[in-house]
């Protein structure tokens, strides 16, 4: 029989200790967020649906975005043991330079949409935590004033070849006088894909003050407050624009895009060049023969050709084909910090995350984007630890398999 007897004070004082309370709200928010879906949950409550649902969607039946993400799901990690792993290397070398760590930030366009710090404070974060961010053509923020707020930081400019000939090449040299390093050229929009949750919630850049949005506004002020309160939402590198996404893509965008533009921008640009939007082995083949110095495979996170193909499923097949002669780096699916190293175990030289960082700006601005980077890298180095590697490049295809 158990003999029971009374606890001692001191022992109920063990166990009823109240966590400190944390008064900064924003500060008390990311606490409370241990994983990307945390983020995503707190960003989905603070943000109107219609601003949620353009970040968080895809094209159509969002088929190619539900199969990215399942594809990591189905990754086997297949670790080592004893292999002492104390302290280990999440730096990687991207086109000559070392990245703290084996992802950059993505280029997003209407970033200051989700929240009104915008792309100032994503590349703040990239700044100080010593990653690549790559601005968008379609960012709210310009090229120099996003160089003044992260003079330190190593910047990428994303872009898309219009109809007019004349504001690219305008593009390409305020982001070279910039000191911008890299351009990325994004090849997979010849016409706006058919994004369905937009369609259906009415979304227009910038977002118009409709009955539906007035109400989903009352449950959102601090969204619409910063909105209405800072500097009017428009685009830095366009004129300005009234309508949907899909719409702005096929007025602007120039559908005849083809390799002698490549051909151009290669001429243009004396930095080093990325082409984003690789879905097949003949076009990474083909882009590297026209100067390529990295492909990025990437079917825009699900958000053009919907059933498109799966990016992580395509790497190793690009990677026996031109490892040799250019970087291959991933993205669309990226929701931790384990997908990033099955990525880099798989033959990737880089990841770009795009969703994940935003889930953290609309939950907490710039401190919501460095809690996106801190999750991350907790996740990447334990993984890293568990799969017995103290390096980043010591990682191989043996590792890591698709079930």
């Known amino acids: 029989m158990t003999e029971r007897r009374l606890p001692r004070p001191s022992e109920l004082a063990q166990l009823l200790r109240p966590k400190p309370f944390v008064f900064d709200p924003t500060e008390r928010r990311l606490a409370s967020a241990h994983t990307i879906a945390d983020l995503r949950t707190i960003a989905r409550l603070r943000t109107p649906r219609a601003v949620f649902d353009y970040t968080d969607g895809a094209a159509e039946l969002e088929d190619s975005l539900r199969r990215a993400r399942t594809a990591f799901r189905r990754v086997e990690f297949r670790p080592n043991v004893l292999r002492g792993v104390a302290d280990p290397d999440t730096s990687v070398e991207v086109l000559g330079k070392r990245s703290a760590l084996p992802f950059a930030f993505a280029p997003t366009g209407f970033t200051r949409m989700m929240n009104h710090e915008g792309e100032r404070a994503v590349a703040k974060v990239a700044q100080r935590v010593g990653i690549p961010y790559a601005l968008s053509t379609m960012g709210t923020t310009s090229i120099e004033d996003v160089a003044a707020v992260a003079p330190d930081a190593r910047k990428w400019f994303q872009l898309y070849v219009w109809r007019d000939k004349g504001a690219g090449r305008e593009l390409l040299e305020r982001a070279r006088a910039a000191g911008y390093d890299t ?67 096929n007025s602007m965008f120039d559908p005849t895009l083809n390799f ?26 083909d882009v590297v023969k026209h100067g390529a110095d990295a492909v990025l495979l990437s079917n825009h996170g699900g958000r053009q050709l919907d059933r498109a193909p799966t990016p992580l499923e395509l790497l190793p097949q690009v990677v026996d084909q031109v490892k040799d002669d250019a970087e291959v780096w991933l993205d669309t699916g990226i929701l931790s910090g384990a997908d990033i190293v099955a990525a880099m175990a798989m033959g990737a030289d880089l990841c770009l995350i795009g969703r994940a960082y935003l889930y953290g700006l609309m939950a907490g601005g710039e401190r919501g984007v460095l809690r996106t980077v801190e999750i991350l890298r907790k996740e990447i180095v334990r993984t890293m630890q568990l799969l017995g590697v103290r390096a980043i490049a010591d990682l191989r295809p043996s590792h890591a398999r698709l079930r």
Not at 269 to 281: C, D, F, Y
């Open 260 to 285: 002698d533009d490549l051909d151009w921008v290669r001429e243009m640009w004396p930095g080093k060049l990325v082409v984003k939007g690789i879905q097949n082995v003949d076009d990474a083949r």
């Open 183 to 249: 351009v990325m050229l994004t090849v997979d929009t010849p016409v706006g894909g058919a994004r369905m949750r937009d369609v259906r919630n009415g979304l227009t850049i910038p977002p118009a003050l409709t009955l539906r949005t007035f109400v989903d506004g009352a449950l959102h002020p601090a969204w619409w407050f910063n909105l209405l309160t800072t500097e009017p939402l428009t685009f830095a590198s366009l004129t300005e624009w009234g309508g949907t996404v899909e719409d702005l893509i």
